[in-house]
């Protein structure tokens, strides 16, 4: 019940799936700033780590239906079963929780 509630917190803030990313390459002094889209709803657990690679962290499902979160670095991926439900980058979820 808590994740279905936190589901719903988040449409409430209106949490876009996007976030701005900071890359820097060794042989480059400077950091690239670039957009990139997170993973979309539907989209299988499979084609997520074939786009996106291996999250950091991988936490267990919980619940009924199960749940399932990858953390990456700078964002969170929800699956029910196999297939996402939705992304939430930490930048845009951060500032509003401490309003």
Sequence with gaps: M????????????GVAPSVVVA???SNESSTVSASMS????????AKVRDSY???TLERPAV???PITRW???????????????TSVSDAEIAPK???
């Design 2 to 13: 808590r994740i279905i509630l936190s589901f719903a917190v988040l449409a409430t803030l």
């Design 23 to 25: 890359q820097q390459t």
């Design 38 to 45: 997170l993973p979309t709803g539907g989209m299988t657990m």
């Design 53 to 55: 690679g291996n999250p």
């Design 63 to 65: 619940g009924d239906p």
């Design 71 to 85: 953390e990456y670095e700078g964002y969170t991926v929800y699956f029910e079963h196999q297939l996402v439900i």
């Design 97 to 99: 929780l401490d309003q």
